[in-house]
């Protein structure tokens, strides 16, 4: 069975750091983009970043590069996303997804699978 669950979520104040995890299960990460996306409360599903987790090629949103890196560990089958300088507007529930290799990174309908989601609040 296809899982994905990410951790690492919580409270931060403006200007901290946090790294969330998104353990894969069911599939190994060679022939899979791993995508990190963000939603705030009634608003839109946001792409903020992707890995190609064969190469490990990396992409970002304007909003967030230079800020957050991804990464991938392929022996413990685990993508991560580091947040550094971490604004109130970086609030919302994130979420790691996976999708076949191929063209594409940051629209949520090319994903397969999901993870359940985890809470990043950003405030002093």
């Known amino acids: 069975q296809v899982q994905l669950v990410e951790s690492g979520g919580g409270l931060v104040q403006p200007g901290g750091s946090l790294r969330l995890s998104c353990a894969a299960s069911?599939?190994?990460?060679?022939?899979?983009?791993i995508g990190w996306f963000r939603q705030a409360p009634g608003e839109a599903r946001e792409g903020v970043s992707c890995?190609?987790?064969?190469?490990?090629?990396?992409y970002y949103a304007n909003s967030v590069e230079g800020r957050f890196t991804t990464s991938r560990d392929n022996v413990k089958n685990t993508v991560y996303l580091q947040m550094n300088s971490l604004k109130p507007e970086d609030t919302a529930v994130y979420y790691c997804a996976a999708k076949y290799l191929g063209y594409g990174c940051y629209n949520p309908d090319d994903y397969d699978y999901w993870g359940q989601g985890t809470q990043v609040t950003v405030s002093s």
């Open positions: 069911g599939f190994t990460l060679d022939d899979y983009t």
């Open positions: 890995i190609r987790s064969s190469t490990g090629s990396t």
